[in-house]
């Protein structure tokens, strides 16, 4: 999906990168890649530093739904049952608070809609219905034609996939053209239950690095 948005809707803070620390099941330090590569959030720019904010905008989003194909791995292995992860909401919540706190400080003016939304029931699911394997490749390949898509329609264009590496509200972003992101992982089972890919387009600014943009073909 293409949608045009004004400026206002992308919001963007060098905090935001600090999202990939955040510790989670099995990493205690967040990504293993954080500030170890280029494409990395913590070495990356800001968004309006390689994209001209006061020109065309587009975010370009594809949602894949994956509760129907965690169901399907759910049935086929049955020995792969829910478990809980005790550990990991504290850790993770108590991390995403301190960043969530420093935001405010700085932003009295965004809405709390604009930060993810508590748990409230236990975090208790089946990683292995979730895995990445099963789905990540599809989605990406289904991304990759909506931006190709894009490119088509604009040619004078070009797009990031990289938003949140570039310290953009993912969450607020997504609030502001009305769709609701979930950051539960892996999510409470449901068949319903729906992950995006997600870009931002518009005018590349002079001298911006490719790294930072999707190739065309």
Same mark, same amino acid.
């Given at each position: 999906m293409i949608v045009q948005i004004p400026k206002e809707y992308v919001v963007f803070d060098k905090a935001i990168k600090?999202?990939?620390?955040?510790?989670?099941?099995?990493?205690?330090?967040?990504?293993?890649?954080f500030n170890?590569?280029?494409t990395c959030m913590g070495n990356s720019p800001l968004i309006?530093?390689? &994209?001209? &904010?006061e020109r065309e905008l587009f975010?370009?989003?594809t949602p894949?739904?994956?509760?129907?194909?965690a169901e399907k791995?759910?049935? %086929? %292995?049955?020995?792969?049952?829910?478990?809980?992860y005790p550990d990991h909401p504290k850790k993770t919540a108590i991390s995403l608070?301190?960043? *969530? %706190?420093? &935001?405010? *400080?700085?932003?009295p003016e965004w809405p709390e809609a604009y930060y993810v939304e508590k748990n409230s029931e236990p975090w208790k699911s089946s990683r292995a219905w979730y895995n990445l394997r099963y789905w990540q490749g599809t989605a990406r390949s289904e991304h990759k034609d909506d931006t190709l898509e894009f490119f088509d329609r604009y040619p004078e264009l070009d797009a990031t996939d990289f938003p949140e590496g570039l310290g953009v509200n993912v969450t607020a972003l997504m609030h502001n053209i009305g769709v609701k992101m979930n950051w539960q992982w892996p999510p409470i089972h449901d068949l319903d239950n729906i992950?995006?890919?997600?870009?931002?387009?518009?005018?590349? &600014?002079?001298?911006?690095?490719?790294?930072?943009?999707? *190739?065309?073909?």
């Open positions: 600090a999202l990939c620390g955040i510790p989670y099941y099995d990493h205690p330090k967040g990504c293993p890649y170890t590569r280029e309006d530093e390689v &994209l001209d &904010l975010v370009i989003y894949h739904i994956i509760g129907t194909i791995t759910r049935l %086929n %292995n049955p020995q792969w049952t829910e478990k809980s608070e301190k960043i *969530e %706190n420093k &935001l405010r *400080e700085k932003h992950t995006y890919r997600i870009s931002i387009g518009g005018h590349r &600014l002079k001298g911006s690095s490719d790294v930072w943009f999707v *190739e065309r073909e």
